[in-house]
């Protein structure tokens, strides 16, 4: 059974950091393109980055592009979400997604709140 785990959410002030964690299980880590996609209340979900297997290309939205970091320990079965320079608009459930020679994505979180206050 496959599940992603997400963690590290929490209420932070606009301008500083934080870091998610999204621990896999169930799956061959490193064969999954992994990603992080966001939902802030009554809009609807957004990719945010993603990064391939082993090579690690990596993907950004551009509203997030420059502030965001994306990264995955194969090791670990792990990837993280560096979040810099955060903004209130930035406020949204973070959630953590797996694909394989797919475009869609086939496995998901539960989430975790992001809140960013002014």
């Known amino acids: 059974q496959v599940q992603l785990v997400e963690s590290g959410g929490r209420l932070v002030q606009a301008g500083g950091s934080l870091r998610l964690t999204c621990a896999a299980s169930?799956?061959?880590?490193?064969?999954?393109?992994m990603g992080w996609f966001r939902q802030a209340p009554g809009k609807e979900r957004e990719f945010v980055a993603s990064?391939?297997?082993?090579?690690?290309?990596?993907s950004y939205a551009d509203s997030v592009k420059g502030r965001f970091t994306i990264s995955r320990d194969n090791a670990k079965n792990t990837v993280y979400l560096q979040m810099d320079s955060l903004k209130p608009e930035d406020t949204a459930l973070y959630y953590c997604?797996?694909?394989?020679?797919?475009?869609?994505?086939?496995?998901w979180g539960q989430g975790t709140q992001v809140t960013v206050s002014s």
């Open positions: 169930g799956l061959t880590f490193s064969t999954w393109t």
């Open positions: 997604a797996a694909r394989r020679f797919t475009v869609s994505w086939t496995y």
């Open positions: 990064i391939t297997t082993i090579g690690g290309s990596t």
